[in-house]
């Protein structure tokens, strides 16, 4: 079975799409990534300080991994300060699709 992340995050007023441009760099990091299949970025339509990052991977494992591909420490690093709040997210048991 797939492993997915469905997340949030709330940009500090103003930042949304410095935050959704950092997710964006990230994203091209990770289509190199062993496993990944998806992983999209989008800003929520009557909010643009919210955006929303979907990600489809082989397994859990894969995901973790992707945590050291040089590049996302430092990515996360430039997001972290522009981060309103504890960002939310679910993980999915991809049934199909």
């Known amino acids: 079975m797939k492993y997915g992340l469905s997340g949030s995050f709330t940009a500090v007023e103003g930042k949304g799409d410095e935050l959704a441009s950092i997710l964006e760099e990230a994203a091209n990091l990770m289509k190199t ?42 990515l996360i690093g430039k997001a972290m300060p522009i981060i309103e709040g504890k960002p939310s997210g679910t993980e999915i048991d991809i049934a199909g699709g």
Do not use: T
Not at 34 to 55: A, N, P, R, T
Not at 63 to 70: F, P, R, T, V, Y
């Open 33 to 74: 990534a062993k496993g990944c299949l998806i992983y999209i970025v989008g800003q929520q339509s009557d909010d643009k300080d919210i955006v929303h990052v979907f990600e489809v991977w082989d397994s859990k494992q894969d995901h973790d991994d992707s945590l050291s591909i040089d590049g996302v420490r430092e």
